[in-house]
């Protein structure tokens, strides 16, 4: 009788814990954009461009420490990866000027990166069997959501209790927690003969000439700008744009009475609706077209944020919106590392993922600086909407011709 290998291992499981650790600790970042604007009375673009930078070198760490973890092993880069997100988040906590703060942040970004789903995928790949791959990636990625449902409400909660700075402390202390899950992070190399033969400059050379890699990189760029212009700024955006919650309504017989409190439930809604959106994406990766999953992913998105932004902001449209950009959210990310996988295979997973990881923070790095720059100048984000309607049907369209069809390995030297 064949023995089929296991859908969750240890491996998965402490993959799971650290990207959902990281990623709860993200995803709270837009709850201190009015805290630490009102108190140093900054312009809102003075922390959006300190969030911006946090993206833009998570997604030139990502690649960095892809890289170092194929070289000098997984473990360490998460172990690096946990210290610069600590420090980063440590010295901001002491930071009263923009520069500092934004200076802080590349340590943060960084940190997300040596954490986040560059290393942690590339891992949980390799430890999954064929059959198994597309819904790993997919469980892992969903781990992040997970993360963004109880980070932004927890961020929240703490601004009750202790001050901002004291609440960026308490969120060193618990990425440091998550180096405790490391022994169980213990990956065999599911990599063929022939890949391992391969050098890193071999596999780059060949995807870098590859039209296809190119698409996919250049088809990310928007998935970036919307998730970290939304993460960063739909907070701020439902708190002063939002119609009033109705007294004794659903949301205030929640304990939902303020604007601010909607702000933060919407992050954890949309990562709530996430986990099931980007489970089911790996589980129809594992059959259909994983450029068709994608293509149709970025129209729905571009139809949800469209409709959206026509519509009068209610706290009813509010939901609505988190709910259906929610189940869309991280969706794209087992899809988009599984076709590179799929393609290129799993050696240089980390590193060839990281790279096509950085054209999605060029676009986070965008979305987050030009919703607070655009803010700033008309005083409302209408316009960054439609810039990231724009792009997400732009990401829809050159998925398309990607050719799926693996190319040929360098023969062996």
């Known amino acids: 009788m064949e023995h ?13 814990i650290i990207i959902m650790t990281g990623f ?57 990866g946990a210290l610069s997100y600590a420090a980063g988040l440590l010295l901001s906590a002491g930071a009263t000027t923009p520069v500092a703060h934004q200076m802080y942040e590349i340590l943060v970004g960084f940190g997300i990166a040596g954490t986040g789903f560059g290393v942690i995928l590339a891992v949980v790949g390799r430890a999954a069997s064929d059959e198994n791959r597309s819904m790993a990636l997919a469980i892992a990625t969903a781990a992040g959501s997970a993360g963004q449902v109880f980070g932004a409400p927890l961020a929240e909660y703490l601004l009750t209790l202790m001050t901002w700075q004291m609440v960026f402390v308490a969120f060193a202390g618990l990425i440091l927690s ?9 990956s065999p190399s599911m990599a063929s003969k022939a890949e391992l033969d391969e050098s890193m400059g071999t596999i780059l050379i060949r995807a870098f000439k590859d039209p296809s890699y190119t698409l996919i990189f250049l088809g990310f760029f928007s998935c970036g700008y919307q998730l970290a212009f939304i993460t960063a700024h739909f907070p701020a955006f439902v708190t002063e744009m939002c119609g009033p919650i109705m007294a004794g309504g659903m949301l205030d017989n929640m304990g939902v009475s303020t604007t601010s409190a909607l ?35 970025y129209t729905g998105r571009t139809i949800i944020a469209a ?3 026509m519509m009068p902001i209610t706290p009813t449209t509010v ?13 794209t990310v087992p899809l988009t590392s599984g076709l590179v996988a799929h393609l290129y295979g799993l050696r240089y997973m980390g590193t060839l993922y990281g790279i096509v990881f950085f054209s999605h923070q060029l ?40 050719k799926e069809r693996r190319a040929p390995l360098a023969a062996a030297t």
């Open 4 to 16: 089929k290998a296991p859908l969750i291992t240890p491996v998965l499981i402490a993959g799971c």
């Open 24 to 80: 709860a600790i993200r995803a709270s970042f837009g709850v201190f954009q009015i805290p630490i604007a009102t108190e140093f009375n900054w312009l809102r673009s003075e922390f959006s461009l300190a969030i911006a930078i946090q993206n833009l070198a998570w997604g030139i760490g990502q690649p960095i420490f892809g890289a170092i973890a194929e070289k000098v092993g997984d473990r360490k880069a998460i172990v690096l």
């Open 178 to 186: 998550v180096l405790m899950v490391l022994p169980m992070m213990r």
């Open 263 to 297: 702000g933060a439930v919407a992050i954890s809604l949309i990562g709530l609706a996430n986990i099931g959106g980007t489970l089911l994406a790996g589980h129809l990766g594992k059959t259909y077209s994983k450029k068709y999953l994608l293509a149709a992913i």
């Open 307 to 309: 409709a959206f932004i």
């Open 319 to 331: 939901i609505l919106f988190s709910i259906g950009m929610g189940t869309l959210w991280l969706a």
């Open 363 to 402: 676009g986070s790095f965008m979305g987050v600086w030009l919703g607070g720059r655009l803010y700033d100048i008309y005083g409302t984000y209408t316009h960054v909407w439609w810039v990231g309607v724009a792009v997400g049907a732009f990401s829809a369209i050159v998925h398309l011709p990607i």
